[in-house]
């Protein structure tokens, strides 16, 4: 099972990229089983290692310190997120020097990377909404449960993990990612940053000639999707405001009599 476990790791993980937003659900599943999963029960340890098999990890990651000038920057942007969206401001946000710009390890806390300093800052805050996004909708134990569904079916781990080594988990892992990319754009938005910056993210990745992922959507594909839905959401603030103009002059009417 470990060769197929290996195999199907680097399959998947393999992609490295661009923002980073690669970094998704992660890490070593192994050795912090989640506590929280969508069926409220633990998966056992077959399904956290099989997990850990479609999730980053924090094998690219080595410890940073605030006399990095890149630390403190991104170290800064983690302390306003916190602020920006006051649901995160107990989330464990831990930045490290990684190859992968973000990361959730194990649906349990996110790594954000000092090489995210060479973004823009409104970049920046949708990298680590992105992951905020991922753990906050559960994403980690939404593959335990696919896990769990597959060994149901099959009832062998190596079968389970060559299933996931031919991409048994990619269609989700898409959803998901997309999912994410959408949350985030609904943060920047509230906390009024501008979306099209994480779209010229993505448009820069699109650019770098790197290898379609597996376990992504391209980078054109997110980046037309980002600005789909700052359309169709500035469209529907402004639905909303005319009908509440439109519904002021009947609303006078009313207080003041005929
Ligand atoms: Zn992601």
Known sequence: MRHFIARAAALLRVPALCCGLLGSVGGAA??????VA????????????????????TDTCRASSMSN????????????????????????????????????????????????????????FFVIAHEYAHLS????????ELVTQLLQQDG??????????RGAGSPLSRRNETEADAIAVHLMLDAGIDPEEAARFL????QAAQPELDTHPGPKTRAAAIRALVTQREAHRLAQRMSHEMAQPALQRVATGP
């Not at 401001?89 to 790594?111: K, S």
């Not at 909708?137 to 335990?144: D, G, K, N, P, Y």
């Not at 448009?203 to 699109?206: E, I, K, L, P």
Request: hydrophobic fraction near 45%; include cysteine; aromatic fraction near 4%.
């Open 156 to 165: 062998r781990p190596h079968a389970v993990a060559r299933a996931l080594e």
């Open 203 to 206: 448009d820069a990745a699109g």
């Open 38 to 57: 969508l069926s409220g029960i633990a998966p056992s340890p077959v399904v956290a290692r099989l997990v850990a098999m479609v999730e980053a990890s």
């Open 69 to 124: 000038p890149d630390h403190r920057t991104v170290a800064a942007d983690v302390a306003r997120f916190r602020q920006q969206v006051p649901a995160a401001a107990d989330t464990p946000i831990e930045v490290l020097d990684c190859y992968w710009d973000g990361m959730v390890v194990a649906g349990r806390r996110i790594i954000v990377s000092t090489r995210l300093a060479r973004a823009t800052p409104a970049q920046r």
């Open 30 to 35: 192994a050795q912090h089983p989640p506590q």
């Open 137 to 144: 909708a559960q994403h980690h134990a939404r593959f335990a």
